[in-house]
């Protein structure tokens, strides 16, 4: 009897844990099984290890192999525990030391030939490690340039199975692949970051800037209503530029769903708030995360700590509308699949951009407009009061009368609104400092109230009486208040703040 054992991790979510590879080598006829509640994918492993081992020069053992991942109560998914999975039977069998992958945590997928390819999820998987002490780490050679964004743990990087039976001090007759990298494993990752544009570059539109401006220094939801052309999507594609740049826990926690998603290599860790505009088709899942077994991030989860740019949002399906609902109020989402229950980070602004009616030209005198009026209700009435009562700041953006305005009065670059935004998130970050609050937005209602001066509570009374607000309603005029009073540098938001916070969300709509 033999057993030898390696260390992985695994991932529910961005979630991590340890799991113990122990592979048992025993009398019987030839048979090679993976216990521990694996998935597919991770069955699988039993043909590509087993051939990857051929591939080393080794004879795979003519008797029963049994794999086991501990804890075997937690599913464990995806093709990232092939390398350990592999180093386990090794270990078993005698290929390499039994004692020699004590304490080291094993990443990487095998391929039939015992090359070691990519996986997705390292850098949740190497901030669980620090995080637990680990030491030591083999992870796929195409995967150093993520390693190396987390300071700890040593980590090595393998081509080849062989090279990792050679590490450990066994003995391999291998080929390696002309196609694979050689040379110095790199140092410094380099990563294709991309940038939004310049709020300079919108022409006019004074007032729309001005109410990004607020929704970036308060964390506030957005709608923009106004005719084709007029500069919504253009604005909102701009609005990361203007937000203040994301602390070191929200870096990493944005990085480590890129990880998941694959997209890391493009992206790196960035200061820049996420992005993400999904097309008016997308599916519930596509939104709220999907897929087979474990639920994977969806859109909402990779604009965590960033925005969610909903362009023609009407024509998102209600259904679709609707799942955003609790993501809102809550900061997360918890999907609960076949597979298992994954937890997702979902902290994002929302931004929705719309035309005035179905055909766009239901502005001014409306002479252009041929939707009729059965049309015209039918397009609006999918933003549901639910989720119209969930966004801050509500504008019309009118089309652009003129390009001279331009030449006459120049626009402000986003550097400089930048420099006021992350002035005023300070301020109230400093203010909610014992409360745990970074924004006005996750301000509560009762501390709210409780500090917001009674002439500018009278303001708010009134417009509960003549029904212009509901009482979340007023919760939320009064967080705007009190972004636009940190913009202007007041200590508290005075009446003017208050008219302003409620023109700002209660504007007319086409």
């Known amino acids: 009897m033999a057993i030898g054992g390696a260390l992985s991790i695994g991932l529910i979510g961005i979630k991590a844990f340890i ?3 122990q592979a048992f080598i025993s009398p019987g006829l030839p048979y090679f099984s993976i216990i521990g509640l694996p998935d597919a994918s991770l069955s699988e492993a039993r043909e590509r290890v087993k051939s990857a081992c051929h591939a080393c020069g080794l004879r795979w053992p003519e008797t029963r192999v049994t794999v086991n991942l501990s804890p075997a109560s937690m599913p464990k998914r995806g093709s990232s525990h092939d390398l350990a999975i592999a180093a386990s039977v090794l270990s078993a069998a005698g290929a390499i030391p039994p004692d020699c992958l004590n304490e080291v945590v094993v990443i990487g997928e095998v391929n039939l030939d015992g090359t070691v390819l990519p996986v997705n999820g390292l850098l949740p998987i190497m901030l669980h490690a620090k995080e637990r002490g680990l030491r030591r780490m083999v992870v796929p050679y195409a995967n150093l340039d993520e390693a190396s964004l987390v300071d700890g743990p040593q980590v090595i990087g393998v081509r080849h199975v062989g090279e990792l039976i050679e590490m450990m001090g066994g003995s391999a007759r291998y080929q390696m692949p002309h196609d694979l990298p050689v040379g110095e494993q790199p140092r410094q990752p380099v990563f294709d970051a991309s940038h939004p544009g310049d709020m300079a570059e919108v022409i006019g539109q004074a007032e729309a800037k001005k109410a990004l401006e607020v929704a970036a220094a308060g964390g506030h939801h957005l709608l ?8 919504k999507t253009m604005l909102a594609s701009r609005l990361p530029g203007i937000m203040s740049p994301l602390n070191e826990r929200e870096q990493l926690e944005v990085a480590s769903i890129r990880s998941l998603c694959g997209t890391l290599q493009h992206y790196g860790i960035s200061d820049v708030p996420p992005f993400e505009a999904p097309h008016h088709t997308a599916s519930c899942p596509s939104l709220v995360g999907g897929g087979s077994g474990l639920a994977q991030p969806g859109a909402i989860s990779r604009a965590h700590c960033g925005i969610l740019f909903m362009d023609e949002a009407p024509e998102f399906s209600t259904r679709a509308l609707q799942t955003l609902r609790e993501p809102l109020e809550s900061g997360h989402v918890v999907l609960t699949r076949s597979g298992g229950t994954t ?23 409306g002479e252009r407009c041929t939707c009729r009026e059965r049309d015209r209700m039918r397009y609006f009435s999918r933003l549901s009061g639910p989720i119209l009562d969930r966004i801050d700041i509500q504008i019309t953006v009118p089309p652009v009368t003129t390009l001279l305005a331009a030449d006459t009065v120049p626009a402000e670059p986003s550097a400089r609104i930048r420099e006021r935004v992350i002035q005023a998130r300070h301020t109230a970050q400093e203010r909610f400092a014992r409360h745990g609050w970074s924004c006005n937005a996750q301000a509560s209602g009762s501390w709210l109230r409780d500090h917001t001066s009674r002439a500018a509570l009278q303001v708010i009374d009134r ?20 972004t636009l009073a940190d913009l ?3 200590d508290s938001p005075t009446p003017d ?3 302003t916070a ?3 969300r209660t504007e007319d709509r086409p």
């Open 19 to 21: 799991i113990q590879v």
């Open 224 to 231: 923009m209503v106004g005719p084709p052309g007029s500069g």
């Open 343 to 365: 937890y997702y980070p979902a902290d994002f602004q929302l931004v929705m951009a719309a035309n005035p009616c179905p055909c766009g030209f239901d502005y001014g005198t």
């Open 463 to 482: 417009a509960l009486n003549r029904e212009r607000l509901s009482l979340r309603g007023a919760d939320r005029s009064m967080r705007l208040a009190w």
């Open 488 to 490: 202007s540098g007041a």
């Open 497 to 499: 703040h208050m008219f």
């Open 502 to 504: 409620i023109g700002l």
